[in-house]
């Protein structure tokens, strides 16, 4: 037998009625103490879904699709071009380690997509090569 979810909430002491978001956790069973939104068709708070049900029609979903970003903020290809940058960092700061040329501490954290670690000499002429090869009109493809 399911609980009996509570409809209505008091606020500002007992001057606002209102109705209780229906959400409920699934991990102590418990229903969401928030206000819902006057707006939520589904008696939901901004945390639960309230706000916005999202495109319904197909063309909708397909326009948000195309659109590529991730929170408004950037696209998927900006994300790809920032790890590739980050990759030649890291690995230009390998290759500083193998010849030498510093004694500083490594960069600490997770390696970012396509990075190959870069230990030896011969590693070092090689990444040289490919940054030379991958080079457009004088400055790098990632940039």
Partial sequence: MGKVLCTELTTAGGRIKCLR???????????????ALNS????KCQFHGGRQSGPKTEEGRKRIGLAHTVHGQ??????RDRSASSALLNQLEDAMHVLGMTTAARTRGRKPNGYMPVCTVTDVQQLILDIELHRVGGSFEGQ
């Avoid at 939520?40 to 008696?43: G, H, K």
């Fill in 21 to 35: 978001c229906t959400a409920q956790s699934s991990r102590t069973k418990e229903q969401c103490a928030r206000p």
């Fill in 40 to 43: 939520s068709r589904t008696q």
């Fill in 74 to 79: 950037e696209s998927k290809q900006s994300r």
